[in-house]
Structure formats: C-alpha cells, structure tokens
C-alpha cells in the first residue's frame, strides 16, 4: 500500500498529466523538448513537520517541484500559458479528491538557456506546497 506522500505525489502528477504538455516524474530532462512543452514532476522535500500529540500527527507542508520547459521561436508566450495552465490545475482542487489539506502553486523564476545548434530554451522551477497529514511519517 502507497505512503500518503507517495499517493498526493500521483495525484499531482496525475493531473500534471491532463495538462496538454508533456508529464513526466523523476526524469532527466530529455534531448528533444515536445511541441507542447514539458513538465517534470520532482518529489522535492517533505521538511520538518509541525507535531500534535494526542493524537500523534504529523503535519508536512511538503515542497515538490515541477520543472517547466518550453522550446521553440514564441517561446515566451508558451511558457506564460504552461506556466498558467499549472496554475489552472491546481485551483480546480486544492485538496486533490481530498487526499490533502490544501495545495498552492508559488512564482516561477524563469530562465532562458541556450542550446547549441538549436532554439533556445525558457525553462522554470514552480515550487508546489502540499500541506497534509499523516499519523506516521513513514506511512
């Protein structure tokens, strides 16, 4: 049986995925970017979790990260409506069917990155907080 932070990590990937770019989790970043673009989900960092005794619980604002990738001559506008479109998704449920307690998308920092005979690429890190809680923190 999946841990809880393992089943909230499907979930976000999951509707990562009916996004019209590309959706990956835990990939390297591969040589060619699709039309659409490109995410790749990373499980990022559970951190310290808040405690409550009585009964035990811990509470994670856990730090994933979905890496952003676009490829192509407008690539500025494509990356605006990727970036958009996270957003999008992730209001549609703040709690993905329940599985956590709130889910929040913060700024990308965007960055243009040259490739050697190709169009460049405009690429960006979107830290997605999932606050959530769980008797074990193993479970």
Do not use: N
């Amino acid at each position: 049986m999946p841990t809880s932070r393992e089943t909230i990590l499907a979930a976000l990937h999951a509707r990562l995925s009916a996004l019209p770019a590309t959706a990956l989790r835990g990939e390297v970043l591969p040589e060619r970017v699709p039309a659409g673009g490109l995410l790749i989900l990373r499980d990022g960092e559970p951190g310290e979790p808040e405690v409550t005794l009585s009964p035990l619980c811990y509470h994670y604002q856990h730090r994933a990260e979905v890496e952003a990738v676009v490829q192509g001559a407008d690539r500025d506008t494509a990356f605006d409506t990727l970036t958009a479109s996270i957003g999008t998704a992730l209001v549609a449920d703040r709690t993905p069917g329940g599985l956590c307690d709130w889910v929040e998308a913060e700024a990308p920092r965007p960055v243009d990155l040259p490739v050697e005979g190709a169009a460049s690429l405009k690429a960006a890190v979107v830290p997605v907080v999932l606050h959530y809680s769980t008797a074990d923190p193993l479970a």
